[in-house]
């Protein structure tokens, strides 16, 4: 079943910014590391950023350092990444997830994750 719901995905200019919402319905993560990730055609799924429980430890990959923005709000039991100065290689479907918070000292990996969402299109034009 699906864990969590991602949104505000869509087509953008480069230079651009977007701001991705991972929404809970049915179930609370405030005690779970999250983080988003991406994933291109023919490409493997790969790390983008991720954020301890409390929000204290943020972690980013280089390619998106500087320009990304990872937060949540355990209250509304969502995640959010703003994505500023988007590019056209950031083009991809952008997935959240959520695992133990064992892993929130460091940047997740796709096999930390225990639940994913199903993703939300971006896609960045020159």
């Known amino acids: 079943q699906v864990q969590l719901v991602e949104s505000g995905g869509g087509l953008v200019q480069a230079g651009g910014s977007l701001r991705l919402s991972c929404v809970a319905p049915?179930?609370?993560?405030?005690?779970?590391?999250r983080g988003w990730f991406r994933q291109a055609p023919g490409k493997e799924r790969e790390f983008v950023a991720s954020i301890s429980s409390m929000g204290s430890n943020k972690y980013y990959a280089d390619f998106v350092k500087g320009r990304f923005t990872i937060s949540r709000d355990n209250a509304k039991n969502t995640v959010y990444l703003q994505m500023n100065s988007l590019k056209p290689e950031d083009t991809a479907v952008y997935y959240c997830?959520?695992?133990?918070?064992?892993?929130?000292?460091?940047?997740?990996?796709?096999?930390?994750?225990?639940?994913w969402g199903q993703g939300t299109q971006v896609t960045v034009s020159s």
């Open positions: 997830g959520a695992g133990p918070d064992a892993y929130g000292t460091r940047r997740l990996s796709v096999a930390d994750i225990g639940y």
């Open positions: 049915g179930r609370t993560f405030s005690g779970y590391a």
